[in-house]
């Protein structure tokens, strides 16, 4: 008998919103769903691109934490480019007034989600999986 493989959710943040993060990070684990925070991972001996990489295939959702200090960073942009290119569903939440201009054309036409508490979106992404569950 083939196993189903869980819902996943990517969690990318800055170090500045790391206490946010791992708030939703134990809200979705909490509601069965499993979770990729970067804190959680890499194994020794492993590259942390190759970490994120995989991570961003194996997941369904990538939910990125968008603050005025990851707006630019290089890191936020090479995640939301491999979830782009791969055709993720993208959640950008927006922790704070920032200029989200510079973010690529695909991630600005989603609806973003504003000051929205991590156990809203969990329960929000919760649902989501269910749904995908009962796809599959």
């Known amino acids: 008998m083939a196993s189903i493989r869980k819902y996943q959710v990517f969690i990318s943040r800055s170090s500045k919103d ?3 993060a791992k708030r939703l990070a134990k809200g979705l684990a909490e509601r069965g769903v499993q979770v990729w925070l970067d804190e959680s991972s890499p194994e020794p001996g492993s590259s942390s691109r190759r ?3 995989k991570a961003l295939r194996d997941s369904d959702t990538i939910v ?3 603050d005025e200090e990851n707006v630019k960073s290089p890191y936020l942009f090479f995640e939301l480019g491999i979830a782009v290119a791969m055709g993720k569903k993208i959640v950008p939440v927006v922790l704070g ?3 989200l201009s510079g973010l690529p054309f695909d991630v ?22 269910r749904e995908q569950g009962e796809k599959r």
């Open 108 to 129: 600005k036409q989603v609806q973003d989600m504003k000051k929205t508490p991590p156990e809203k979106i969990a329960d929000q992404l919760t649902a989501e999986a």
């Open 64 to 66: 990125a934490l968008i």
């Open 97 to 99: 007034n920032v200029d």
């Open 18 to 20: 790391s206490p946010w």
């Open 51 to 53: 970490d994120i990489e």
